[in-house]
């Protein structure tokens, strides 16, 4: 089936670690995003990449990092300097320009700990 | 940061339309409306968007004001597998930004 997956859907990790979580797409979209979402709040923008090997940074890109080698892959790291990373994770990805709609994973909620 | 607003919660009886403002006070000619909503734990699904006319799907209708400075979301027939936190978004398709939307709650 075409669609976005993220995984794992669970990821415990020790506070001062890196983690890498995964993003791939098979629906040959451009576009890509990362999402986090707190308790009770909205989706706030962290990256998002038009094309391969290209990527900007969205409102709260302090402490991640991310990579687009691949048209259907855009993992996204937590690093150590993001203070607050236990969070709930979305991917999305899109064709890029208007009259599209963004299709999203089912995210990844980290706890770190 | 989001460029819409929409109230932060509203009920509505199930088997009722549920009526689901937005206001897009900064919008621009080439930017579209699109309505997203998110079950407790799930990623966002999309419902519609549109730009400048009124749009209907199987899920629900859009209604755009004229000025485009407003839209509302329809559902016509509330079920309670509707309760979510619905958002609206103007983009033109490029980098989704997410308000803290408006949480459904469809009461038996």
């Known amino acids: 089936d075409g669609g976005i997956t993220q995984s794992p859907k669970y990821l415990f990790r020790k506070e001062g670690q890196n983690v890498t979580l995964s993003c791939e797409q098979n629906l040959n979209h451009d576009a890509m995003y990362w999402y986090r979402q707190d308790p009770g709040q909205g989706l706030r923008l962290i990256y998002y990449?038009?094309?391969?090997?290209?990527?900007q940074k969205g409102d709260i890109a302090e402490g991640y990092s991310v990579s687009r080698e691949k048209k259907e892959s855009f993992p996204l790291t937590v690093t150590s300097a993001q203070k607050n990373p236990t969070a709930f994770y979305l991917c999305?990805?899109?064709?890029?320009?208007?009259?599209?709609?963004?299709?999203f994973g089912q995210g990844t909620r980290l706890t770190v700990v | 940061d989001a460029k819409t607003t929409q109230p932060p919660s509203m009920d509505c009886a199930e088997g009722r339309a549920a009526n689901l403002p937005c206001n897009h006070s900064t919008i621009s000619g080439n930017e579209y409306v699109y309505w997203y909503r998110q079950i407790h734990s799930q990623g966002p699904q999309y419902i519609i968007h549109?730009?400048?006319n009124n749009e209907t799907n199987e899920m629900a209708s859009l209604i755009i004001t004229e000025d485009r400075k407003s839209s509302t979301l329809i559902l016509p027939h509330a079920t309670l597998r509707d309760t979510a936190v619905y958002y609206c978004?103007?983009?033109?398709?490029?980098?989704?930004?997410f308000g803290p939307g408006t949480r459904l709650s469809v009461l038996p």
């Open positions: 978004i103007d983009d033109y398709g490029q980098n989704f930004v």
């Open positions: 999305a990805s899109s064709i890029n320009g208007g009259d599209t709609e963004a299709f």
């Open positions: 990449s038009q094309i391969v090997n290209d990527f």
């Open positions: 549109g730009l400048k």
